[in-house]
């Protein structure tokens, strides 16, 4: 069977700049949080390898916007750093980084690449997380303050614009469940945390369309369909409670201006609200996007507990759910996380059913695996396991366009091997593969797959 997609559909990869850019603590750039981290506790990042090593994309952008060439992108997603650009998070701008950002803008459009820019991939700078990151309110207008910056400087170029990753991630791996730093786990201060992390995005948006570029402003989700065990009514409603909690808790304020009000009654019932001002309904209002990311890695399988909640423990979302592993299901071991195809498509159709089928596209989708170089094969890594998971969620995405739903793009996390957080290089998710004592690039057979069928807009059924 041909896959056949529309018209001027994104093909291309994501990565960001802490992930890729190195020369972390050079040209200008201040500490993140992750130097700070990494500083203090090496051994929690696999093989010690910490934020300096990255895929080097500071020294190399123009080779690798040449390689996204060869692999016939159209579109290309990477972050701006902060810490970077404006190094004290206020005040007086790094010109070294804005004569690097437009390098890398302008060679974009030179080999017909449109760049999408992300505001702020998980690195707060060190300077804005000492007076409380998030937390603090001050934090939310300097964010604001740095996205103007970024418009004005770089908004010529730039018309695909997102004010966040995943930024339900910071508030887990943060202020939850210890795997970011902060390293704190308290539920209050991780809704507080969420809470100014939308009113961040709601300022960015607003002060984005009052400029009137001519671009468009959006925000990525990873979205983590969640399915109950049964329909036994216990088990749907621990389901809604964790959609609640880990979907929605971001994508109604994203969409819908607002926050779900089952949301808001449970967290009061349990005192765990966080602050809120007489403005921010309005201004969160404001915040509705005009474009939505969709990272999409796992399912979330969720049965009722089955056992009390410890009183004297930490209030968490978990007092309501459990995860349930569903029996047969496909997994990919090295990441541990199950492979379900059909996710993506359950995505796009709550979106087009409950969302009124806002404009979308697949920000991030990939397959990591462990010790790739056992599948080098005369120099290549044949990575037919990468273009089985890609072609298959393409297939399910194709049935979702075809159905009605509003879906522009897919793209690749990640193009090349970068360094990801605690995990460093224990996973590979590139198109091309990295040698990190050579920093040599080669491109897998997955980057030729996704070549041709980025030039044919659509491929042909492998089975």
């Known amino acids: 069977m041909k896959y056949a997609f529309p018209d001027n559909f994104w093909w291309g990869s994501a990565s960001s700049a802490p992930q890729t850019e190195g020369e972390t603590l050079a040209f200008g750039k201040s500490a993140t949080i992750w130097d700070k981290w990494f500083e203090e506790q090496p051994t929690r990042f696999h093989h010690g390898v910490g934020p300096a090593n990255t895929s080097t994309f500071y020294q190399n952008w123009k080779r690798d916007i040449a390689l996204l060439k060869e692999l016939n992108h159209n579109t290309f997603r990477t972050s701006i750093s902060w810490a970077r650009l404006i190094p004290?998070?206020?005040?007086?701008?790094?010109?070294?980084?804005?004569?690097?950002?437009?390098?890398?803008?302008?060679?974009?459009?030179?080999?017909?690449?449109?760049?999408?820019?992300?505001?702020?991939?998980?690195?707060?700078?060190?300077?804005?997380?000492?007076?409380?990151?998030?937390?603090?309110?001050?934090?939310?207008?300097?964010?604001?303050?740095?996205?103007?910056?970024?418009?004005?400087?770089?908004?010529?170029?730039?018309?695909?614009?997102?004010?966040?990753?995943?930024?339900?991630?910071?508030?887990?791996?943060?202020?939850?469940?210890?795997?970011?730093?902060?390293?704190?786990?308290?539920?209050?201060?991780?809704?507080?945390?969420?809470?100014?992390?939308?009113?961040a995005h709601s300022l960015a948006v607003k002060a984005y369309h009052e400029?009137?570029?001519?671009?468009?402003?959006?925000?990525?989700?990873?979205?983590?369909?969640?399915?109950?065990?049964?329909?036994?009514?216990?088990?749907?409603k621990a389901a809604n409670i964790a959609d609640l909690m880990f979907n929605r808790s971001f994508l109604d304020p994203a969409l819908r201006g607002e926050y779900p009000q089952e949301l808001v009654a449970l967290l009061k019932e349990h005192d765990q609200l966080p602050v809120c001002q007489p403005e921010d309904k309005a201004l969160l209002a404001a915040g509705v996007v005009d474009l939505l990311g969709i990272n999409y890695y796992q399912p979330r399988r969720i049965k009722c507990r089955d056992s009390l909640v410890n009183p004297d423990s930490p209030f968490m979302p978990e007092w309501f759910f459990e995860a349930y592993e569903m029996p047969g299901r496909k997994m990919n071991p090295y990441r541990g996380w199950e492979i379900y195809e059909k996710g993506i498509y359950d995505i796009l159709t709550n979106l087009r059913e409950n969302y009124n089928n806002p404009c979308c596209y697949i920000s991030e989708n990939g397959m990591g695996v462990e010790n790739e170089q056992r599948f080098d094969e005369n120099g290549q890594i044949q990575d037919d396991y990468r273009i089985d998971f890609v072609s298959d969620h393409l297939k399910?995405?194709?049935?979702?366009?075809?159905e009605g739903s509003n879906c522009l793009g897919y793209h690749m996390w990640t193009f090349i091997d970068n360094w990801s957080w605690c995990n460093a290089y224990k996973n590979r998710y590139g198109f091309v593969s990295l040698d990190l004592a050579t920093q040599q690039r080669t491109i897998k057979k997955s980057g030729e797959w996704f070549r041709e069928t980025a030039a044919k807009n659509g491929f042909d059924d492998r089975c």
């Open 88 to 199: 004290e998070g206020r005040g007086e701008v790094n010109q070294e980084a804005v004569k690097f950002y437009n390098q890398v803008f302008d060679e974009l459009h030179a080999q017909g690449i449109t760049p999408f820019i992300n505001l702020f991939h998980f690195d707060m700078p060190m300077a804005m997380q000492e007076l409380g990151g998030w937390e603090n309110r001050d934090v939310v207008t300097a964010y604001a303050e740095y996205a103007q910056t970024c418009f004005e400087l770089f908004g010529d170029r730039v018309k695909h614009w997102f004010t966040f990753n995943e930024p339900v991630v910071p508030v887990e791996g943060g202020y939850l469940y210890d795997f970011h730093y902060p390293n704190v786990v308290d539920f209050r201060r991780a809704a507080t945390v969420a809470y100014h992390t939308m009113l």
């Open 211 to 236: 400029r009137n570029d001519g671009g468009e402003i959006g925000i990525i989700l990873n979205l983590t369909p969640s399915y109950p065990r049964s329909q036994n009514p216990a088990d749907v």
């Open 396 to 402: 399910w995405l194709h049935k979702g366009i075809s």
